[in-house]
C-alpha cells in the first residue's frame, strides 16, 4: 500500500474511532428483534432489494403497512419530512407516504431506528400534527431527479410487496409415491427412516424435508422442488414462525451453513420443524415456537 493511500486509510480508521452512536441507536440496533410495531423504523431486505421503511400499522396475518424513509433530499408532494429530533436516528428523514404499500413480514431485516413521539394511529396528517419543525415536499413540480428516485423507491416496495416463501402444499405426496411405484418400504430403505415414519411419509401425513427430497428427486429424476411442492400444507403457525423477525438471523446462519439462500433455508427449516413435531408423541397442541426453538438448536448448535 502507498504512503498517500496509507495515510488515507489512517485518517478514515480515525474518522470511524471518532463517531459516536446515540444511545438510542444503539439500543434499538443491539435489542433482540421484535415482532413489528407501528412507529418502528426497519432495514428490509429481499433478495438485491434493501430499503428503509416506516411501519404504519402491523396485522395478524404477517403483514404490514409501510411507507419508504430515505436520507436523501428527494422529496416529491406526498413526502413528509421528519427533522432529526423525531427519531433515535437523530437524522432528518423523508416519508414517501404517497408509497405507503402493505408488505409481508418476511422482509423485515433489522429494526434500526423509532419514532420518539408517536401518534396512537399513525397517519402522515396525525404524525405532522405531533411533530414539531415537520414540512411537506415542495408543491413545485419535481426535478427528473426526485421522479427518478421515487420511481426506484417503487420499484423496490413492488418487489418487497411480493416476497413470499411458503408453498402451497398439494398434498399429493401419497399419489406421487404410487405413481412412481415406490411402495413403503422402499422408501424406508431409500431415505434410511424407521419403518412407522417412512409410513407417514407415504402416507402424506409427514412431509419430506429438503434433504430427503434432494435425495428421492436422484432417484425420481424429478427436482427437489416438485417433490417439496406435493408436501401437505405447512401449518399457518410454523409459517408464522418463520415470517417473524425474530427468526431471520438464525435462517441466515441455515442458510450460510447449507451454502444456499434465505428462501430455500427457510423451506429447509418450515419441513424440518414440521417433521420434528409429526414424530412427537403429543401432536394435539403442539408448541410451535418450542419446536422452532429446537430445530435450531439441533440445527445450529444455540
Known amino acids: 500500500m502507498s504512503s498517500v493511500h496509507t495515510t488515507a486509510y489512517q485518517r478514515l480508521v480515525a474518522a470511524a474511532a471518532g463517531l459516536k452512536v446515540p444511545h438510542a441507536v444503539h439500543q434499538v440496533a443491539t435489542a433482540p428483534p421484535q415482532d413489528p410495531k407501528p412507529g ?17 400499522a402491523a396485522s395478524d396475518d404477517d403483514t404490514m403497512r409501510a411507507v419508504p424513509a430515505s436520507f436523501e433530499r428527494y422529496a416529491d408532494t406526498g413526502t413528509l ?68 428516485y421515487r420511481a426506484v423507491l417503487a420499484e423496490g416496495l413492488e418487489v418487497l410487496a411480493s416476497a413470499q416463501w411458503a408453498p402451497q402444499g398439494s398434498g399429493g405426496l401419497s399419489q406421487l409415491f404410487r405413481d412412481h411405484a415406490i411402495t413403503a418400504p422402499q422408501l424406508a430403505a431409500e431415505l434410511k427412516l424407521p419403518a412407522p415414519q417412512a409410513l407417514a411419509v407415504w402416507r402424506g401425513q409427514q412431509p419430506l424435508t429438503a434433504h430427503q427430497a434432494a435425495t428421492l428427486a436422484e432417484r425420481l429424476d424429478q427436482p427437489a422442488g416438485y417433490l417439496l411442492a406435493a408436501n401437505p400444507a405447512l401449518p399457518p403457525a410454523v409459517v408464522h414462525e418463520l415470517n417473524r423477525p425474530l427468526r431471520r438471523t438464525q435462517v441466515k446462519e441455515l442458510a450460510a451453513q447449507y451454502n444456499e439462500t434465505e428462501r430455500n433455508a427457510r423451506l429447509r427449516a418450515a419441513y424440518g420443524i414440521y417433521t420434528l413435531a409429526a414424530r412427537d408423541d403429543d401432536r394435539t397442541q403442539p408448541n410451535w415456537t418450542a419446536r422452532t426453538d429446537r430445530y435450531f438448536e439441533l440445527r445450529l448448535g444455540e
Not at 418502528?40 to 432489494?49: F, L
Not at 420518539?116 to 405531533?130: E, F, M, N, V, W
Open 40 to 56: 418502528q423504523i426497519w432495514r428490509a431486505v429481499w433478495e438485491d432489494t434493501i430499503q428503509l421503511l416506516l411501519i404504519t
Open 81 to 148: 419530512f421528519l427533522p432529526a429530533q423525531a427519531t433515535t436516528l437523530e437524522q432528518p428523514l423523508a416519508l414517501w407516504w404517497g408509497l405507503e404499500a402493505r408488505l409481508p413480514w418476511c422482509v423485515l431485516d433489522r429494526q434500526v431506528s423509532e419514532l420518539t413521539p408517536r401518534p396512537d394511529i399513525l397517519t402522515s396528517r396525525t404524525l405532522a400534527d405531533t411533530v414539531t419543525d415537520t414540512r411537506w415536499g415542495s408543491d413545485a413540480i419535481p426535478s427528473a431527479a426526485a421522479n427518478e
